[in-house]
């Protein structure tokens, strides 16, 4: 099983449209957990980190559930600008071997 | 402020020829990574340093890769000798912290 798991999409929505992803993680001990976003042909930009409790950044919302381990990101209010892969990042609690995990992204395209 | 820089941002080179590739972090982040992204594989940790000391190795490849941060200022990825399967793009990517990463833009390398 992969460290960190994405639905690779893509994920096709209109414009205005709601959409979730989920990012599932094997190691229990994974202590942090980001969301970057990766425009096509450009470098991945941090997105929003994910805390225990829940943050919500505008139209984007990110959780973690441990029992389940995973950790999701929900848009609202789609736009185009939103299209792009966006990788979810886990850090194990051990610093050891690698750490900062990518998945492999999920595709989002919005549709006017 | 500057951000991460890269060079060359482009490199075509022939199977055999050495490649050098440059990174230059921000300044006063103690961590440096060196990722490389292909279609097939997404993002891979190759190495990665904490003041200037490498900490975790073990996605290197081959021994044809080699990685150096003479100071905190300035990374080196090298690889000796090329092969087609090394065609990629390689990011370097510097941290004040674990998680929060800043990219460069990247160094797109086609190995003939």
């Known amino acids: 099983r992969k460290e960190v798991e994405q639905d690779p999409g893509p994920f096709n929505v209109p414009e205005g449209a709601t959409v979730a992803f989920n990012c599932t993680y094997s190691?229990?001990?994974?202590?942090?957990f980001f969301w970057y976003r990766q425009d096509c042909r450009k470098e991945p930009k941090l997105l929003m980190s994910v805390y225990s409790s829940g943050n919500e950044d505008g139209r984007f919302t990110a959780q973690l559930n441990r029992a389940s381990q995973y950790i999701s990101l929900l848009i609202r209010d789609s736009k185009l600008s939103d299209s792009a892969t966006y990788l979810c990042?886990?850090?194990?609690?051990?610093?050891?071997?690698?750490?900062?995990?990518f998945g492999s992204g999920t595709r989002l395209q919005v549709q006017p | 402020d500057a951000g991460v820089i890269q060079s060359p941002r482009h490199e075509v080179t022939e199977m055999g020829q050495e490649v050098t590739l440059r990174c230059k972090p921000i300044?006063?982040?103690?961590?440096l990574f060196w990722y490389r992204q292909t279609m097939m594989r997404g993002l891979e940790l190759l190495i990665y340093?904490?003041?200037?000391?490498?900490?975790?190795d073990s996605g290197m490849p081959e021994d044809r890769f080699s990685a150096k941060m003479p100071n905190a200022s300035f990374s080196t990825l090298k690889i000796q000798p090329s092969e087609p399967r090394d065609s990629a793009v390689y990011f370097c990517?510097?941290?004040?912290?674990?998680?929060?990463?800043?990219f460069g833009e990247g160094s797109r390398l086609t190995v003939l």
């Open positions: 990517a510097s941290s004040p912290g674990r998680g929060e990463l800043f």
């Open positions: 300044s006063g982040h103690d961590y």
């Open positions: 990042v886990v850090i194990p609690m051990d610093t050891g071997r690698r750490a900062l995990t």
């Open positions: 190691n229990s001990a994974s202590q942090s």
């Open positions: 340093f904490n003041n200037n000391v490498p900490i975790d």
